[in-house]
């Protein structure tokens, strides 16, 4: 992979940097030539970057909150290892689906040339959001579920959910069913009709919250998250054994059974702790044992015993979006796809 100055000279053969600015449309950023491998790896490397804290600047995400349960995200990040630069705007209004009919979740990137910050390209971050966080949520699971899980359950069926549904079998090898819920009976049967033609384990629709989480090893959450959290999930319900993939902080949890489990990790610690400060961990944050980066890259341990209830909570980081910016822009001027328009 081109860096630095090769890098800067390669981009120049496909366009001129300082005059052109490319331009990818969602539609555009879904056809790039993309394995389901490549971005998994490409994730997993990311998180072990960042906690190393070797050639990498990304500041935790600043947020607001302009409406009630609502929030957009500022995520800047820059990656000396290859030559990556750039932000990603983001937000979520949950309740855009009843309101206005449309998705609740929007994003754009902006990618910038590392060695002279001239703006590069303005592209569609919904489809890198969808691809990568469920990356993060196994590349966690690999360190921290057992091997030969059979269950697996995933709450809120939105595209990241939809996605998560649609990859396990890539890290669960054994997996036989897997359970859903969301409280949108419709995206549930929409994630079966899509998505049991092409996914090995059966899927199920749950009829709860309750009986997902008692019927699954390993349960992963992508769903809104409100400013002060909905603990619908009773602790009764957890059992030993298990383990939790949050991606949306914990906030359909009770806060004993996040302090109670045998292990905790973050994607960044400073990254929650900032949430802390925003609020959204009333309780304060529960006992951590670190970053799942250090847990992949062998510094800390995953699990050690098949009766220890971790739980991996991954708010989700520029660093993973900006290690795939650069595969996706890379690709896009190497298939012409999307247009340029004057800078």
């Not at 951590?288 to 980066?293: A, L, S, T």
Request: net charge negative; glycine share 6%.
């Amino acid at each position: 992979m081109l860096n630095g100055k090769e890098y800067r000279d390669w981009i120049n053969t496909k366009m001129t940097m300082g005059k052109d600015l490319l331009y990818l449309s969602e539609a555009e950023c879904r056809a790039l030539p993309l394995d389901d491998k490549e971005v998994f790896d490409l994730t997993e490397r990311a998180l072990v970057l960042y906690s190393a804290k070797q050639g990498v600047d990304m500041p935790a995400k600043i947020a607001l909150h302009p409406i009630t349960d609502t929030f957009y995200h500022a995520m800047p990040c820059a990656i000396e290892q290859i030559s990556s630069v750039g932000i990603k705007w983001g937000c979520c209004y949950p309740e855009n689906r009843v309101n206005y009919g449309t998705r609740q979740a929007n994003a754009l990137m902006i990618y910038n040339d590392y060695m002279s910050g001239v703006p590069l390209a303005i592209m569609d971050g919904l489809y890198i959001t969808e691809i990568r966080t469920p990356c993060v949520a196994f590349a966690s699971a690999k360190q921290m579920a057992r091997p030969n899980t059979k269950t697996f359950g995933m709450i809120g069926c939105g595209i990241q959910g939809r996605e998560h549904v649609r990859i396990a079998c890539n890290t669960f090898k054994d997996l036989e069913t897997i359970y859903i819920y969301d409280k949108f009976e419709d995206m549930m049967d929409k994630v079966i009709a899509e998505l049991q033609p092409v996914v090995p384990a059966k899927i199920v629709k749950a009829k709860s919250y309750e009986e997902l989480v008692k019927s699954c090893e390993v349960i992963a959450t992508a769903t809104a998250i409100p400013e002060k959290p909905v603990p619908v999930i009773k602790d009764e319900w957890i059992q030993k054994g298990q383990t939790l993939l949050l991606n949306d902080l914990q906030v359909l949890f009770e806060d004993v059974t996040m302090r109670r489990a045998d292990k905790y990790t973050f994607d960044s610690i400073e990254q929650h702790k900032l949430m802390d400060m925003y609020g959204f961990y009333p309780h304060g944050l529960p006992r951590f044992d670190g970053e799942i980066g250090e847990v992949i890259a062998g510094k800390k341990p995953g699990r050690e015993r098949d009766d220890e209830l971790i739980i991996c909570n991954n708010i989700g980081m520029a660093i993973e979006d900006m290690s795939l910016l650069r595969i996706m822009f890379d690709r896009a001027l190497e298939t012409k796809a999307g247009r340029f328009v004057p800078l």
